[in-house]
């Protein structure tokens, strides 16, 4: 059984937006909705990593991901240089985890038939949830994974820029031209801190812009930060 709610962005890296009250601006993208909520609910969605079918506990998963990779992301926010390589490969896996979310973040209410083979030899009939699809989509070879990059070879850098927005598409792969392959990663960690890994990145890129057309649910930034006017239906 899933959790009763669970966060599509990390709560825990969330915190570096909130303020004395715990609380962020969050726009739902879907929901056409801006709204001021605390970093404990902010982005959940009931049930949606409890695979309906598989038996893999995904929320352990992540929970186990999330605690060894925020410690890092800190490090890296605070200025403390540098990672060991422990911290390196757990702040990869928890990009990977949060590239993945964010690849299925507009798609909560995900539901697909299914045939499942029991052991017995028997078929039922089923029905695959999000976090179904989440636990297949791991053994894709078409779905890029972070760490088959050899990220932790490339140079990390971080970036003072103003202002930052994160969201469910907060990992950004940068690529030369469409054919070639990612030379660069960036990632927010607090309203004033990017993570840049690889090649770097030009000056002046609209980065908030970017993260916001990257992400398909959620996009949270600190109080007072985001045009709540944006996420409201146009009247026809």
């Given at each position: 059984m ?26 739902d ?5 801006g709204?001021v ?20 506990d ?10 060894g990779?925020?410690p ?22 928890f ?14 209410q ?5 045939l ?43 970036w ?57 649910r959620?996009?949270?930034g600190?109080?007072?930060?985001l ?10």
């Amino acid at each position: 059984m899933g959790v009763i709610q669970g966060h599509m962005v990390s709560k825990g890296y969330l915190a570096a937006w909130a303020d004395r009250r715990n609380t962020v601006d969050v726009i739902d993208i879907q929901g056409r909705r801006g709204f001021v909520s605390s970093i404990n609910s902010a982005t959940t969605v009931r049930d949606v990593y409890g695979p309906k079918v598989l038996s893999q506990d995904l929320e352990a998963a992540y929970a186990d991901i999330e605690a060894g990779g925020i410690p890092g992301i800190r490090k890296l926010i605070e200025g403390e240089q540098p990672l060991t390589d422990v911290e390196r490969d757990a702040i990869i896996a928890f990009l990977d985890m949060h590239l993945d979310r964010g690849r299925y973040a507009g798609r909560a209410q995900f539901r697909a038939p299914a045939l499942v083979l029991k052991a017995g030899g028997g078929i039922e009939e089923a029905e695959l949830r999000l976090g179904d699809a989440l636990v297949l989509s791991q053994a894709l070879p078409a779905v890029l994974r972070l760490r088959t990059l050899g990220l932790d070879r490339w140079d990390w850098k971080i970036w003072p820029v103003n202002g930052l927005v994160t969201g469910d598409g907060g990992v950004l792969l940068w690529r030369p031209t469409e054919q070639d392959g990612v030379c660069t990663v960036s990632f927010p960690l607090s309203p004033t801190r990017l993570l840049v890994i690889g090649q770097g990145l030009p000056d002046e890129v609209p980065m908030n812009d970017y993260i916001a057309s990257n992400s398909k649910r959620w996009i949270v930034g600190a109080r007072g930060s985001l045009n709540f006017g944006w996420a409201e239906p146009t009247k026809g």
